[in-house]
């Protein structure tokens, strides 16, 4: 890859995280991932590698913290993450995630839930069961910047970490 596109993939991913800086915000989104176009001066090469990029590190991310919380608590890990997210190329899965975001009524959905969502239909999960884990994860989202709203960030990621941090075992 030359230089040119590694400019403008930081570049990209810069901006993103500048302007994600600006609103009280925990997840990148389909409003994100429908900019990234233009950030790239709509470069379908740079797009795709941006896209691909931010895919990789949510993924590489979540088998991290899978593979953290197994060393404690295999099972508990095992019942966590046991919903496979890569059954799709990264390919593939870029092409399902822009025509998830194709609706205005997904945009402020976090990509995550759009991986999961884009999984659950590349192995024809019902309709049913995808439509609802849709409708649960609007509620969720709205629920959750409606808290961010009312408390601000670091109150709630505060309640969040001390209800999910494990006990700490002082020597």
Known sequence: MNNRWRSWILAALCLGALSGQQVNRLFWDGSDWERIPKLVEFSPEAEYLVKAAYLNGVLDGRLFYYLKTWAARSAFADSLYEESVDYLSTRELVRELDH????????????PTAILVANMIAR?????TVDTFIRQSRRWINELQYQLELEGN??????????NAPPVKLP
């Open 100 to 111: 998830f975001y194709e609706d205005p009524a997904n945009r402020y959905l976090p990509v």
């Open 154 to 163: 670091a109150e709630l990621l505060k309640q969040i970490r001390e209800k």
């Open 124 to 128: 024809q999960y019902p309709p049913e």
